[in-house]
Every structure is written in structure tokens, then in C-alpha cells.
């Protein structure tokens, strides 16, 4: 569809509508869009974001994504548009739960400050 767009436009839709986000792990994730004008999603493993204040935006600033947090299993745990609420008031009972189904993962009580990692990163 955008080979029918000039450059300048198609440019425009890549930054408005990027088909990827990068988090704080460095990871590039997928987004969805849907033509009925639904929220785009972006389906994320938990420990990927650590360290992310905010939900993501797109089009200027103006559309948040809303967040598909998955288990290292990559099994939905929250889906939320308020990460910042997420990481307040539920991650907590999110963390008890996946602490004991992914003994292997680090999960730390301040997710604001950890460190956001791809695969298993071994306690210590």
C-alpha cells in the first residue's frame, strides 16, 4: 500500500505508524494496528520494559500502545495502557505469581530501577 504513497508521505506514515518500537531491553517489538481504528498493541515480555516509565506513544505523542505485558512464557499477564499505574499498584501481585512460575528470572520489587534484560538474568 505504501508503494502508492510518495516518499515524503510514506516517510511520514513510518514515523507516525512505526511497525516497530525499540524498549529498554533493545529489543525492536512488533506493533499491531488494526483498520477499525482499535488501539495499536504491542505484545512485550514483562522483563523487557524494567525501567520504563511510561507507556509508549505513537503518532506524535498523540496514541499510546496499549501493552500486552507477557511471562517469560510468553503468556499474557496484564494488559494495560498505564504502565506507569501497573508498575504502582499491580506488578507487585504480578511479580508473587511469575516469581514462582519463573524461579530462574530476576524479579525485582522496584521495576523503575532494574535493569531490563531479554532472556534469564540469574540471581545472584
Same mark, same amino acid.
Given at each position: 500500500?505504501?508503494?502508492? #504513497?510518495?516518499?515524503?508521505?510514506?516517510?511520514?506514515? *513510518?514515523?507516525?505508524?512505526? =511497525?516497530?518500537?525499540?524498549?529498554?531491553? /533493545?529489543?525492536?517489538?512488533?506493533?499491531? %494496528?488494526?483498520? *477499525?481504528?482499535?488501539? $495499536?498493541?504491542?505484545? +512485550? !515480555?514483562?522483563? @523487557?520494559?524494567?525501567?520504563?516509565?511510561?507507556? $509508549?506513544?505513537?503518532?506524535?505523542?498523540?496514541?499510546?500502545?496499549?501493552?500486552?505485558?507477557?511471562?517469560? /512464557? %510468553?503468556?499474557? +499477564?496484564? +494488559?494495560?495502557? *498505564?504502565?506507569?499505574?501497573?508498575?504502582?499498584?499491580? %506488578?507487585?501481585?504480578?511479580?508473587?505469581?511469575?516469581?514462582?512460575?519463573?524461579?530462574?528470572? #530476576?524479579? $525485582? @520489587?522496584? $521495576?523503575?530501577? =532494574?535493569? =531490563?534484560? !531479554?532472556?534469564?538474568?540469574?540471581?545472584?
Amino acid at each position: 500500500m505504501t508503494g502508492l #504513497l510518495p516518499w515524503n508521505l510514506t516517510n511520514r506514515l *513510518d514515523i507516525l505508524t512505526p =511497525a516497530r518500537l525499540q524498549v529498554p531491553s /533493545g529489543s525492536l517489538i512488533k506493533l499491531k %494496528y488494526f483498520h *477499525d481504528g482499535q488501539l $495499536p498493541i504491542m505484545e +512485550v !515480555r514483562l522483563q @523487557e520494559v524494567f525501567g520504563l516509565l511510561e507507556t $509508549p506513544l505513537i503518532n506524535e505523542g498523540r496514541t499510546k500502545i496499549l501493552l500486552h505485558l507477557l511471562s517469560p /512464557g %510468553y503468556k499474557p +499477564v496484564q +494488559v494495560t495502557q *498505564d504502565l506507569k499505574s501497573f508498575w504502582k499498584t499491580t %506488578y507487585h501481585e504480578v511479580r508473587k505469581e511469575l516469581r514462582m512460575r519463573y524461579p530462574r528470572h #530476576l524479579w $525485582p @520489587e522496584d $521495576p523503575w530501577t =532494574a535493569e =531490563a534484560v !531479554r532472556g534469564v538474568k540469574r540471581k545472584n
